[in-house]
């Protein structure tokens, strides 16, 4: 272990650089400088856990900024993404896209399921992931997976079936 410290200080890091881009791994992407081809509005969804308490809906912070970054300089897009909102704003939003992600068990109420299922009926993308897998470790999101799939069923049983012939698992 010290000797691979001394290493990578001395290198100013660059050994690790060079292992990582090996394997496909890139550094933080710059802040581009870009005309965008187009816009995606994104909306990130707050969601009430077991008790009422919010749930742990922004596990990764930083992941929409990176994102965002990696769509303008590979494709021209533009990625708006809103602060977390409570799933009831989802139809004022103005969301292409929104996204529910997260660790905990998601409770919805009916008003919640009726507004992701406008949403859904009314062309809007909903992305849900269980953030860090649902592999049921100590840390896993099984919770979220298990009541993602839950969720996806409310929502889906209100939708004509075209809608939701593109559904997929939510387990990793």
Do not use: H
């Amino acid at each position: 272990e010290g000797p691979a410290n001394i290493a990578l200080y001395l290198t100013d890091g660059a050994v690790a650089k060079q292992a990582l881009a090996a394997r496909g791994a890139t550094t933080w992407p710059q802040d581009p400088n870009y005309e965008p081809a187009t816009q995606v509005n994104v909306a990130r969804l707050a969601y009430n856990t077991t008790g009422g308490k919010e749930g742990n809906c922004d596990p990764e912070p930083l992941a929409w900024e990176r994102f965002s970054r990696i769509m303008a300089q590979k494709y021209r897009t533009k990625v708006v993404v809103s602060e977390l909102m409570p799933i009831s704003k989802l139809s004022e939003s103005g969301a292409d896209v929104a996204v529910l992600c997260g660790t905990d068990r998601i409770t919805a109420s009916d008003p919640e399921i009726k507004a992701l299922q406008a949403f859904v009926a009314g062309g809007g993308l909903l992305y849900m992931e269980a953030v860090g897998g649902a592999w049921g470790g100590p840390r896993s999101a099984t919770p979220f997976a298990e009541s993602a799939e839950a969720l996806v069923s409310q929502i889906a049983a209100a939708l004509p079936s075209a809608t939701t012939t593109a559904a997929t698992s939510t387990r990793a």
